[in-house]
């Protein structure tokens, strides 16, 4: 199945869409803040990432 980031400053929405995808056994990484995302972009090439529109520090 596709890799998935999940990027959002909420614990439990984080843990909500990667209980969800993993279930259908997607791999799936998550990142609490842009900085995070950015460093999880390289290594873990997603096919597709879920994120947050307005975190603190970086959108």
């Known amino acids: 199945m596709g890799k998935i980031l999940v990027v959002d400053d909420q614990f439990g929405v984080r843990r909500l869409l990667c209980e969800t995808f993993?279930?259908?056994h997607?791999?799936?990484e998550m990142a609490s803040n842009g900085a995070e995302a950015l460093q999880?972009?390289?290594?873990f090439q997603?096919?597709?990432i879920l994120m947050d529109m307005?975190?603190?520090g970086m959108n």
């Open 26 to 28: 997607h791999e799936v």
């Open 46 to 48: 997603p096919d597709l």
């Open 40 to 43: 999880l972009l390289m290594a």
């Open 22 to 24: 993993r279930e259908d």
């Open 54 to 56: 307005k975190m603190p």
